[in-house]
Nanobody
Framework: QVQLVESGGGLVQAGGSLRLSCAAS????????MGWYRQAPGKQRELVAG???????DYADSVKGRFTISRDSTKNTVYLQMDSLKPEDTAVYYC?????????????????WGQGTQVTVSS
């Protein structure tokens, strides 16, 4: 019912920047929180940053001051600007959206996930 498509991952040297984008589409009535998680090999998926519909943000301590999350609610899109990248930022990055959908006369809310995009930071 809701599809999330990420883009913007890739290979970058330490100290460089990347900008991730994630666009949501489908039978969307409303999107509350959107966010980014990441999962490195052998590690659990962890929260990177989140942003509410009202624009309040939350960041993992490890990325504060380096990453910036933003969203364009008119386009159902969330962005992650990543600056001063470090090798330890290497991971698959997943976006998510807590979306309310309207389908067959019923409203329902659940968390949807993108397919992930690889970010690799070389030293």
């Amino acid at each position: 019912q809701v599809q999330l498509v990420e883009s913007g991952g890739g290979l970058v040297q330490a100290g460089g920047s990347l900008r991730l984008s994630c666009a949501a589409s489908g039978n969307i009535f409303n999107i509350n929180t959107m966010g980014w998680y990441r999962q490195a090999p052998g590690k659990q998926r962890e929260l990177v940053a989140g942003i509410t519909h009202g624009g309040s943000t939350d960041y993992a301590d490890s990325v504060k001051g380096r990453f910036t999350i933003s969203r364009d609610s008119t386009k159902n899109t969330v962005y992650l600007q990543m600056d001063s990248l470090k090798p330890e930022d290497t991971a698959v990055y997943y976006c998510n959206a807590d979306a309310q959908v309207y389908y067959l006369g019923i409203y329902s809310t659940r968390r949807y996930w993108g397919q992930g995009t690889q970010v690799t930071v070389s030293s």
